[in-house]
């Protein structure tokens, strides 16, 4: 069965660094677009980062220039990159896989911004 682990999340001061990872079993990874969304409390789930099979990327306005989205077919892992974090980047982070329907998701990883 498909199955998303993230894993990488922590407290980190404002401008600090985190690495998020997206461990993938069940499904042939590396055909598979996949893509990583956060929610805050109170708020919806938004669409942060994606990439395709290609590696071709997008990310959303607010984390680009700071985060980088990147996948190793081999490990079956995907990663985000996130720096200069900012305490309106606090939310759980999510790795999700598409199709069919809605897709797979992950558990979840918890990162907080404050100093």
């Known amino acids: 069965q498909v199955q998303l682990v993230e894993s990488g999340g922590g407290l980190v001061q404002p401008g600090g660094s985190l690495r998020l990872s997206c461990a993938a079993s069940?499904?042939?990874?590396?055909?598979?677009?996949m893509s990583w969304h956060r929610q805050a409390p109170g708020k919806e789930r938004e669409l942060v980062a994606t990439?395709?099979?290609?590696?071709?990327?997008n990310y959303a306005d607010s984390v680009k220039g700071r985060f980088t989205i990147s996948r190793d077919n081999v490990k079956n892992t995907m990663y985000l990159q996130m720096n200069n974090l900012k305490p309106e980047d606090t939310a759980m982070y999510y790795c999700?896989?598409?199709?069919?329907?809605?897709?797979?998701w992950g558990q979840g990883t918890q990162v907080t911004v404050s100093s």
């Open positions: 999700h896989r598409y199709g069919p329907g809605s897709g797979y």
């Open positions: 069940g499904f042939t990874f590396s055909i598979y677009v």
């Open positions: 990439i395709n099979s290609g590696r071709g990327t």
